[in-house]
């Protein structure tokens, strides 16, 4: 996996069998703004960049007393390999891959590699004594996260498109903080952030609090399941720019006691709603997905669905 060798480097090397297609595992280990909510030791992870199948992400860890903040270069190869380096003066060099292979259509053999050469001595032994243990929880939380997206993804009416992936946190993570890509990337992202047109509505009148802190849960913040292709809330544009709304879409939010944005359904422009309706679709999605996560709230708005 690494082109590092040498006593000082440090390798570990562990798989498990998935119960999810290898399209969804692969989803799955690409949405690496989602890792801090199921990888044990992720803090924050923000894709800052893209250059093609490359993401430039901003990472900080934390392991028992080592902790660290790092950049690093993530290269998604659907469906079957993931690479991500990382090369600091200060904290030393790290490479991680995940490799996919597909056993069933329904299972997927996941395996995580990595070697660490960390400049302080104290420090890669630190990281040694927990890492082999961390290792294997590392993969354990991402086989539940998997299983549970393969799950949702068995029951939903409609697919989750595959192409592009890890699109839908790139967007969330521009939108956010107002950040555009360079003009010669191949692919450019809306440039504009996603509330702030909203602060206009309404004659110049600002919008709640209470109503952007909503608005940022239901489209913006990284869910535990996304299910349909994410849309962008273009409602602010529906009078003056009718021509860039493809239609209304809904989107339905569940969260859980310890999770604001557990899973989000999005039904795109012409999607029909669910005969049961929206509560008791959610309920039935988290139900699925999430067996014994009980929803503490269930969110959902039809909006201008930007083309």
């Known amino acids: ?33 989602a890792y801090p909510h199921f ?16 993401l430039l992400v901003s990472n900080e860890v934390g392991w028992g007393a080592v902790a660290a903040l790092f950049a690093s270069r993530a290269k998604l190869t659907p469906p ?23 056993v069933s259509a329904d299972i997927t053999l996941v395996r995580f590699s990595m070697a660490v050469a960390l400049r302080s001595a104290v420090t890669q032994m630190l990281f040694e004594a927990t890492a082999r243990v961390a290792g294997g929880r590392v993969l354990d939380a991402f086989r539940t996260r998997a299983e549970a997206a393969g799950r949702i993804a068995a029951a939903a009416p409609r697919k989750v498109p595959m192409q592009n992936v890890a699109a839908a946190s790139i967007l969330a993570a521009l939108m956010t903080v107002g950040f555009a890509l360079d003009a010669g990337a191949p692919a450019r992202a809306q440039e504009v952030d996603a509330l702030a047109g909203h602060y206009a509505e309404g ?22 399941i996304e299910l349909g292709t994410p849309g962008i ?4 544009l529906k009078e003056k720019k009718p021509q860039a709304i493809a239609g209304e879409g809904h989107v339905v939010l569940v969260s859980t006691e310890t999770q604001a944005t557990a899973l989000r359904i999005w039904f795109p422009p012409g999607a029909a709603a669910p005969p049961e309706g929206w509560s008791d679709h959610g ?3 988290l139900a ?15 909006f201008s669905w930007c083309k």
């Open 39 to 54: 990888v044990p030791g992720f803090r924050r992870a923000r894709v800052t960049g893209r250059d093609g199948e490359t």
């Open 80 to 102: 079957g390999r993931i690479e991500v380096e990382s090369r600091s003066a200060s904290l030393g060099d790290i490479d991680i891959a995940w490799d996919f292979a597909e």
């Open 283 to 285: 309920k039935a999605a």
């Open 233 to 236: 809330n273009c409602d602010h």
């Open 203 to 224: 004659g110049g009148n600002k919008v709640p609090r209470a109503e952007i802190k909503l608005r940022r849960e239901l489209f913006l913040e990284p869910a535990t």
């Open 1 to 33: 996996m690494s082109r590092m060798n040498g006593p000082a480097v440090f390798h570990i090397a562990t798989e498990r069998e998935i119960a999810a297609p290898i399209a969804v595992a692969f989803r799955v280990a690409a949405d690496i703004e």
């Open 288 to 302: 699925k997905a999430m067996p014994g996560a009980a929803p503490s709230r269930i969110v959902d708005r039809a």
